[in-house]
């Protein structure tokens, strides 16, 4: 069964400075990773995803991740934080296999704070 | 395009008393997947179906819950003889296929059992 480790439950960081926010997982399968970001009282939005070839995803809002297969890792950076990235961000998987449907399998989540 | 639609955004319900959640999937889009999402805690998936089909429940309560996804009309999660613990957050998603295919939510129904 698969499933999703978000070390850090919550990240404090100063405006402008860079952020990581840690993802593994497990899987006896090969995978597909997605970063969400929720805002407060909000859906879901897609941040980026990891389906295949490079294993740097370059995403929206600044933010990218690398798919460390490995370490089975996903850990989600941005270089330079604003106060707007304040929100919850969720890391994701779900099977690849062929045949497979994308029952996608979410972390506890990581609330990521920005001080001004 | 609308993205995916989800009514009543939130949903005040008595212990006893049904709940029907409703989700409009982004048009164009035939799949469609419920999550639940407790306070402070991430999201768990619940259901999974296509037009008029059950893919997976095995995320779904073995009582009082059910899902539908009918060939016209929004699809349904129904909570029926609420109870306090059913008080989440209950999202939808919406894609066009499977297999990495990028889900979409909706901004969520909020449910409040008294």
């Known amino acids: 069964a698969q499933s999703v480790t978000q070390l850090d439950?919550?990240?404090?960081?100063?405006?402008?400075?860079?952020?990581e926010l840690r993802c593994n997982y497990s899987s006896s399968v090969?995978?597909?990773?997605?970063?969400?970001?929720q805002y407060p009282n909000?859906?879901?939005?897609?941040?980026?995803?990891y389906l295949s070839g490079s294993t740097?995803?370059?995403g929206i809002n600044g933010f990218e991740a690398e798919f460390n297969k490995s370490q089975t890792s996903f850990h989600l950076r941005k270089?330079?934080?604003?106060?707007?990235?304040?929100a919850e961000y969720f890391c994701a998987v779900s099977d690849s296999a062929p045949d497979s449907y994308d029952k996608v399998i979410f972390g506890p989540g990581t609330s990521l704070s920005v001080i001004p | 395009?609308?993205?995916?639609?989800?009514?009543?955004?939130?949903?005040?319900?008595?212990?006893?008393?049904?709940?029907?959640?409703?989700?409009?999937?982004?048009?164009?889009?035939?799949?469609?997947?419920?999550?639940?999402?407790l306070p402070e805690e991430g999201l768990k998936f619940m259901v999974y179906l296509q037009k008029e089909n059950i893919i997976d429940e095995s995320g779904m309560p073995k009582e009082r819950f059910s899902a539908e996804f009918p060939k016209e009309g929004p699809s349904i999660l129904r909570i029926q003889?609420?109870?306090?613990?059913?008080?989440?957050?209950?999202?939808?998603?919406?894609?066009?296929?499977?297999?990495?295919?990028?889900?979409y939510f909706g901004p969520g129904t909020r449910l409040l059992v008294l």
């Open chain 1, 56 to 58: 740097l995803v370059k």
């Open chain 1, 42 to 49: 909000q859906g879901l939005q897609l941040l980026l995803k």
């Open chain 2, 1 to 37: 395009n609308a993205g995916v639609m989800q009514n009543p955004r939130h949903l005040v319900r008595r212990r006893g008393q049904e709940a029907r959640l409703r989700c409009s999937p982004m048009k164009g889009h035939s799949h469609v997947y419920w999550y639940r999402q």
């Open chain 1, 9 to 19: 439950s919550q990240v404090p960081v100063f405006e402008e400075a860079p952020v």
């Open chain 2, 81 to 103: 003889q609420v109870v306090r613990g059913d008080s989440a957050a209950y999202f939808c998603a919406s894609s066009r296929q499977w297999g990495g295919e990028t889900q």
């Open chain 1, 30 to 37: 090969s995978v597909y990773l997605f970063w969400y970001v």
């Open chain 1, 79 to 86: 270089p330079s934080v604003h106060i707007s990235d304040t």
